[in-house]
């Protein structure tokens, strides 16, 4: 599936996939019968412009269904906030690139997902990039021992030492260095060979529960080439959209997109 697509699932998640009594596909066919055709061009228009905006809309879904607030937060990566809910307090609720797999599975427990979700939904990594300050502990000073981390495949190293010198904290690096616009399985693939770009993806791999899953995904028979993922993983959106959805008249529509009412 290439990113376009997942682009679109994601939008068109967003207006109305939630699993919940008052909200169901087809949501604004009374009120606004294009809505979907609407989301669905726009998107489409915007991919050929920029197919890396992808990875920005799944992170936005993920977010805001991971953290309940009246507003936007530091946490959704747009950098729209309305100032009432901490930065401390998105960080202690939202899954961390420096979250054991224990602290990760704990957080999706508490709203509702489990390990397969997690690693399901993790494999969102195969799409954007992340900043080299995330990456360069591992590199250089892992476990302050100065030396890089045991579990990087050696020669896949050279190639993060590369994309990410020593002391450069704001380069780009890509999650999935092979196919970062691509919505495809290599990602596991990556995790399953030491070549996890972050500490807790490439940790789904050393820990017990979560290991089979990724070698699932991973491996071309029990992945079936790589649909069993692309399928999962909609299913996992669908069941993420339905956290703590406000329904009735809880919240409210914003008239603009970057403020409260």
Same mark, same amino acid.
């Given at each position: 599936?290439?990113?376009?697509?997942?682009?679109?699932?994601?939008?068109?998640?967003?207006?109305?996939?939630?699993?919940?009594?008052?909200?169901?596909?087809?949501?604004?066919?009374?009120?606004?019968?294009?809505?979907?055709?609407?989301?669905?061009?726009?998107?489409?228009?915007?991919?050929? /412009?920029?197919?890396?905006?992808?990875?920005?809309?799944?992170? $936005?879904?993920?977010?805001? &269904?991971?953290?309940?607030?009246?507003?936007?937060?530091?946490?959704?990566? !747009?950098?729209?906030?309305?100032?009432?809910?901490?930065?401390?307090?998105? @960080? #202690?609720?939202?899954?961390?690139?420096?979250?054991? @797999?224990?602290?990760? $599975?704990?957080?999706?427990?508490?709203?509702?997902?489990?390990?397969?979700?997690?690693?399901?939904?993790?494999?969102?990594?195969?799409?954007?990039?992340?900043?080299?300050? *995330?990456?360069?502990?591992?590199?250089?000073?892992?476990? /302050? !021992?100065?030396?890089?981390?045991? !579990?990087?495949?050696?020669?896949?190293?050279?190639?993060?030492? #590369?994309? &990410?010198?020593?002391?450069?904290?704001?380069?780009?690096?890509?999650?999935?260095?092979?196919?970062?616009?691509?919505?495809?399985?290599?990602? *596991?693939?990556?995790?399953?060979?030491?070549?996890?770009? $972050?500490?807790?993806?490439?940790?789904l791999w050393g820990n017990d529960d979560t290991r089979p899953l990724v070698q699932k995904y991973a491996s071309s028979i029990r992945g079936l080439l790589g649909f069993r993922f692309e399928y999962e993983f909609s /299913?996992?959106?669908?069941?993420?959209?339905?956290?703590?959805?406000? !329904?009735?008249?809880?919240?409210?529509?914003?008239?603009? &997109?970057?403020?409260?009412?």
């Open positions: 599936m290439r990113s376009s697509s997942v682009f679109l699932v994601a939008a068109i998640l967003v207006m109305g996939l939630c699993v919940n009594a008052q909200l169901k596909t087809k949501f604004y066919s009374s009120s606004c019968p294009k809505a979907e055709a609407i989301v669905r061009s726009t998107v489409q228009s915007h991919m050929k /412009k920029d197919p890396t905006v992808a990875a920005g809309l799944l992170r $936005l879904h993920f977010h805001d &269904c991971f953290v309940q607030s009246d507003g936007p937060s530091w946490s959704v990566p !747009t950098g729209r906030r309305d100032g009432r809910v901490s930065l401390a307090s998105q @960080v #202690t609720t939202l899954p961390s690139p420096f979250d054991t @797999v224990d602290v990760q $599975l704990q957080k999706f427990a508490a709203k509702g997902l489990d390990d397969h979700d997690l690693v399901t939904l993790v494999g969102a990594h195969t799409l954007g990039q992340t900043h080299c300050m *995330f990456v360069n502990y591992r590199l250089y000073n892992f476990t /302050k !021992t100065g030396n890089a981390d045991p !579990t990087i495949d050696p020669s896949f190293l050279t190639q993060l030492q #590369t994309f &990410c010198p020593k002391g450069e904290d704001s380069k780009l690096v890509s999650l999935d260095p092979d196919s970062h616009t691509n919505f495809d399985a290599s990602f *596991f693939k990556n995790v399953r060979d030491g070549k996890g770009v $972050l500490e807790s993806d490439q940790r /299913k996992a959106m669908v069941k993420m959209s339905s956290i703590e959805v406000k !329904t009735g008249t809880q919240g409210e529509i914003r008239k603009t &997109c970057s403020k409260i009412n």
